[in-house]
Structures are given as structure tokens and as C-alpha cells.
């Protein structure tokens, strides 16, 4: 790979500052990824992460009395401004929660839900959607016999690779992921982290997790973030082997957070 | 030092006694209710018959059957859902899922309270004037239906709300993060999870209907009124206002009383099959809504 080639960049954050009433959540983050990246978003509970990463789908709307300045772009678009759709971005946003959470319906109900809601209705296409989907997240050759059955038999691992079909049914262009793999088993963690690998070739990710080993595995850049700030991003070698803030340093080596 | 046998035989002993209180205390309940179901058993059974069921009452209703009041209360109970279902489950869904944490949020909230804490006499007065009255709809089904409505919704916001707060919001989230709009999320995930709760809470709420006497008072139900109903403008007798009639002021009280304890059989029979129902139904759904 070419380092210096300065790609555009896919989503960016400018001057970011988020209040949940009067608290201070976010405070001036920019930080900018490249297409096709791992970024993973690292720091103590409590720092801001998983509401930056909420940013870039509006999930923040969600919660009352939120307040955002400052811009977050996707491919070169204000996503908070006023003509932006927040459906339509969250369908080119795919996100995967930290709780696996299929929804109460048959396996391929689950992955189709997305093509469905977005108004698709054609049979055949949804059938190879899912299909495809469920092999795009590993999970095809567990499940192909049993895709009436209900989403909810399968083990949490298998939940979360489903949930991470579900996004990816929709092709999105980005996909969010909140630890994912925290309510997992080491071996489903495993696989989770192997899809991560696989999928940057077609997609930006931004993983938030509390799991350094796995943010060095996983990521191409790690942002670290403290008290509602960006202390510093860089790409992950550099911030494992060689961070210029002492702060990180100590969170990273596990001698605080 | 204490002696630490005294103090662990001493807390035994405490356990012991409040357990077997509170042992006590739930045997009583089902005691009680036994005894309350195996008094109108013994007492209703011989009166029921298939006549009983299903002929108008004779004889100063002495004899004969109560069959216009059974047909009366599925009336009522049939109208009070058509009117205080759709609304009761739409203001549900719009004070839990639309409705942000605030003062309109309390306010409803507050209301739905008040509204169940009126007393359902207060409901027939109020039908009387309003619907009887002012509306002319005369002593009719409809007033009647309108009258148990207005009492059991209430309930059925309530029901809905507390159905839709079980619903762990991560379900909702994951949808909205799929592109889905408010409506979609709500028709297609959150209703389809907590639909049984629902219903079984609405069966529950019919059940309540079949039983209220004092909004129908005023409203609907005839003392004696030996055919059935040909339109919602109609009078009919009804179960629970029958029972009063002829335990206290039908010509003849003493040779009625076996049609009254038949008449209170019909009735708590009658919710016990809603009760069954609810619970039927809402294990029907709750496999349903996993395998769909």
C-alpha cells in the first residue's frame, strides 16, 4: 500500500461537540477515515466513544435532550443538516450493537427486515440478498438449513454474525460497531474479528471496543479518546508501539482506565 | 462476645414465622376465592339448564330462561371493544412510543389515572346525560357500549403501554439502525412482540365490561325486556343488571333467587372463559410471534 497517497476522506468529523443536556460528551472532536479502513475507537467507559461512533447514524437523535454542533460528514455530505434523510443514511450506515439483538422473527426475516423496510419486495432478489449476506458474515453454512426457525434458537455468537448479516443486507457503506464482540465467547470473538478483516475490503468500519488486543488485531488507525476528547489518533502501530501522549501510553499498557 | 447459636436460632425463628405468615396469608386468598366459586356452583348449578340459557325469562322472572341478557351483555361487551379498543391502543402507542419524557408525557399519563379512578357510577351518570340525552341516543346499545367504553379505556392505554415498556428498546434501535422509519419499527417489531400481552390484557379488560352494572344502569340495560335487540338504538338486558333485579326488586325475590345464583354461574363462567381465552391466546401468539 501506498502511504502517502492521500485518499478522500469517507467520513469525517469536524469540531464535533455533543451535550446530553448540560454535560459536555463530546468536546471538539475531528478525526477524518479513509475508505475501505478499520478505525477503532478506544478509551475508559465513559469517554465519549460509542456516543462519537453514534454520531455517524444519528442514533444520538434517539436519546432526549441531545445537542450537536459542529459537522459530521459522510462522502462529502452534512449528515445533520436539514435535507439529509436520517432513514436514508442509516441505510447506507449499518450498525452492530454490543448486545446481539435479531429481532423476534425467523433467520431469514431477520436479514431481509432491512430490504423489506427500504421497500423492496421482489422474492427472488431478497432470497439471494440473504443469501448472500449470510455468507458475507460466515454464518450461511451454520444456518441454510434452518432459516424458518426462529433467530432467537441460535447461540449469542450466532446472533451477532445474524445481526451483522442484517447490516450488511442493505449494502451499506459504512458499518458502525459498538463491542460488538463484548457479550461474546473467545471463540465467537474470534470470528467475529476475522469477519472484521474480511469486510474492510468493502467497507469503512468504525469499531468501538474495550479490548486492546483486539483493536490492535482488527484496526488500521486507533483513536483514543479521554473524558469527552480525542487525545490522539494515529495508525495503530504507531499508537501501540510509539504514542506521542503519556495519557495514551498508560491506557494502552493497562496501567489506568 | 454474642453468642452466635442464641442470634442464628433467634433469626431462624423470625424467618420461620414471617414465611409461614405470608404462607398463610396467600392460602386465604385462594380460600377465599374457592369458597366465593363453590358457593355460586353449588347454589347456580341446578338452575342452568339448556331452557335456562336460552329462553326469555316468565313468570315475573320466577322461571323460564335469561337468554335476552346473555345475548345483551355480548352486545355490550362486542360495543364497548369496537369503541375502546382502537382508541384505548392508539393513545397507548402515541403517549409510550411518541410522546418524549415531559409534561404532555405526565399529563396523559396522569389523566389515564384519574379517568380509572372514577367511580363507574360516575361513568353511568355521565353516559346518561351525555350519550341518552344530549346525544338522543336514547336508553340503546349504543349509549350503553359508548358509557363502558369510556370506563374500560383507562385499562386498555394502560395495558398497551405497559406492553410496549417491556419491549427492550435495543429491539427498537436495531431497527431504526436498518434504515426503518418510527411507523415501520412499531408496526413491524415492537406490536408484533408485544401483541400478546396486549391482547391477553384486553380479553382481561372484557371480562370487567361483562361484569359492570352501574354505567349500564342509567344507559342500556331494561328491567324486563323478553326479545332481543334488532339495532344499536335498541335496549337490552344484561347479565349483571338482571342478577340486581331479581335479587332485589323483581316481583318476586324469594322465587327467583335460584334464577339469580344461575344468573351469577353464567356470569363468573363467563369471565373464567375470558380468562382461559387470554391465556390460550396468548401462548398461541407468543409462539407465533418467535417462528414468524
Request: charged share 20%; hydrophobic share 45%; net charge positive.
Amino acid at each position: 500500500m501506498v502511504k502517502d497517497y492521500v485518499k478522500k476522506p469517507k467520513v469525517m468529523a469536524k469540531d464535533v461537540n455533543l451535550y446530553y443536556g448540560d454535560f459536555h460528551a463530546l468536546k471538539g472532536i475531528t478525526l477524518s477515515m479513509e475508505e475501505n479502513t478499520v478505525v477503532a475507537l478506544i478509551g475508559p467507559s465513559g469517554c465519549g466513544k460509542s456516543t462519537f461512533l453514534r454520531c455517524f447514524n444519528r442514533m444520538n437523535d434517539l436519546i432526549p435532550s441531545t445537542r450537536i454542533t459542529g459537522y459530521v460528514m459522510v462522502d462529502g455530505k452534512d449528515i445533520n443538516d436539514r435535507s439529509m434523510n436520517v432513514d436514508e443514511l442509516r441505510k447506507n450506515i449499518g450498525m452492530v450493537f454490543q448486545k446481539p439483538n435479531p429481532f423476534p422473527k425467523s433467520i431469514f426475516e431477520n436479514v431481509a427486515y432491512g430490504l423489506r423496510v427500504n421497500g423492496v419486495k421482489e422474492a427472488k432478489f431478497i432470497e439471494e440478498r440473504v443469501e448472500r449476506s449470510l455468507k458475507q458474515s460466515a454464518l450461511w453454512e451454520e444456518v441454510k438449513d434452518k432459516l424458518k426457525k426462529s433467530a432467537f434458537e441460535l447461540s449469542g455468537g450466532q446472533q451477532q454474525r445474524l445481526c451483522i448479516a442484517r447490516a450488511l443486507a442493505i449494502e451499506p457503506s459504512v458499518l458502525l460497531m459498538d463491542e460488538p464482540a463484548s457479550a461474546l465467547d473467545p471463540i465467537s470473538t474470534a470470528k467475529i474479528e476475522e469477519l472484521i478483516y474480511e469486510l474492510k475490503n468493502q467497507y469503512t468500519i468504525i469499531i468501538v471496543t474495550h479490548n486492546m488486543q483486539q483493536a490492535g488485531r482488527v484496526s488500521d488507525k486507533t483513536a483514543f479518546f479521554y473524558m469527552g476528547e480525542l487525545i490522539e489518533c494515529d495508525d495503530t502501530k504507531t499508537m501501540f508501539t510509539n504514542p506521542k501522549h503519556t495519557r495514551t501510553q498508560n491506557y494502552i499498557t493497562g496501567r489506568f482506565g | 462476645m454474642m453468642d452466635s447459636g442464641k442470634i442464628h436460632r433467634r433469626k431462624q425463628a423470625s424467618q420461620n414465622f414471617v414465611f409461614t405468615l405470608f404462607t398463610l396469608m396467600s392460602a386465604s386468598i385462594v380460600l377465599v376465592l374457592f369458597v366465593i366459586l363453590g358457593f355460586i356452583v353449588i347454589r347456580g348449578l341446578p338452575a342452568i339448564s339448556w331452557d335456562f340459557l336460552t329462553k326469555m325469562p316468565e313468570d315475573g322472572m320466577t322461571k323460564g330462561g335469561i337468554y335476552p341478557a346473555i345475548i345483551g351483555t355480548f352486545c355490550l361487551m362486542l360495543g364497548s371493544m369496537i369503541f375502546a379498543f382502537p382508541i384505548g391502543i392508539m393513545s397507548g402507542i402515541y403517549v409510550h412510543e411518541y410522546t418524549k419524557d415531559g409534561i404532555l408525557k405526565r399529563f396523559m399519563k396522569a389523566m389515564t389515572n384519574n379517568l380509572a379512578g372514577i367511580p363507574s357510577i360516575v361513568f353511568g351518570l355521565f353516559g346518561m346525560s351525555l350519550f341518552v340525552n344530549d346525544l338522543h341516543f336514547g336508553d340503546s346499545i349504543l349509549a350503553g357500549s359508548l358509557t363502558l367504553g369510556l370506563l374500560v379505556l383507562p385499562v386498555v392505554i394502560r395495558t398497551t403501554e405497559e406492553s410496549l415498556k417491556a419491549i427492550d428498546n435495543s429491539f427498537r434501535v436495531g431497527s431504526y439502525a436498518l434504515g426503518a422509519t418510527k411507523l415501520q419499527t412499531i408496526r413491524k417489531v415492537v406490536l408484533p412482540m408485544s401483541l400478546p400481552n396486549i391482547i391477553t390484557g384486553l380479553i382481561l379488560s372484557i371480562g370487567r365490561i361483562s361484569g359492570e352494572t352501574a354505567p349500564i344502569l342509567f344507559t342500556v340495560a331494561a328491567y324486563f325486556l323478553p326479545k332481543l335487540p334488532h339495532s344499536i338504538f335498541d335496549q337490552v338486558m344484561a347479565l349483571p343488571y338482571h342478577l340486581y333485579v331479581i335479587s332485589t326488586s323483581g316481583t318476586n325475590i324469594v322465587e327467583s333467587r335460584k334464577m339469580a345464583y344461575g344468573t351469577a354461574l353464567v356470569l363468573v363462567l363467563i369471565v373464567l372463559i375470558l380468562n382461559l381465552l387470554a391465556n390460550v391466546l396468548r401462548r398461541y401468539f407468543g409462539k407465533k410471534v418467535k417462528m414468524n
